[in-house]
């Protein structure tokens, strides 16, 4: 490629201007302000739809998510929205500060010490932002 731009920025430039020429309001919206759209589900539809009603032998929720967790740590950590969203669903299905953070602290082992702080500091960014530890 001869271009010296990033094709990803240009991508994202073109991307934009779109959003702009759709509606001005959208100039200022970050995806941290989409990730704030996404409302955590409460902990018994969770549970209906990933946990145990469907399957009454299976992982209940906490722990499908848990595991989630811990593969979106293994990715390198490079999912930030799904982290964060993975961890106020796992607090709301009931996991601990401590669980949220023993399920990234393993991937370390097998994903590396840069995958997993960042993971820590993505989870730590909603943990820190009043959820409570349902210990």
């Known amino acids: 490629m001869s271009d010296p731009q990033n094709p ?17 309001a959208l100039e200022s919206f970050t995806p941290k302000g989409f990730e704030a759209l996404w409302p955590t589900m409460p902990k018994d539809m969770m549970e209906t739809v990933m946990g145990k009603g469907l399957n009454p032998e299976g992982l209940d929720a906490k722990t499908k998510l848990l595991l989630t967790l811990g593969a979106l740590t293994m990715l390198g950590a490079q999912a930030e929205a799904q982290i964060r969203l ?38 730590s960014s909603v943990m820190d932002t009043g959820a409570e530890d349902k210990a």
Request: proline content about 4%.
């Open 8 to 24: 990803f920025e240009a991508m994202m430039a073109m991307s934009q201007e779109w959003a702009k020429a759709v509606n001005p």
């Open 86 to 123: 993975t961890v106020r669903h796992a607090i709301e299905a009931g996991a601990t500060h401590q669980e949220i953070a023993e399920s990234i602290a393993m991937m370390g082992v097998f994903g590396g010490i840069p995958a997993m702080t960042k993971a820590m500091e993505l989870a």
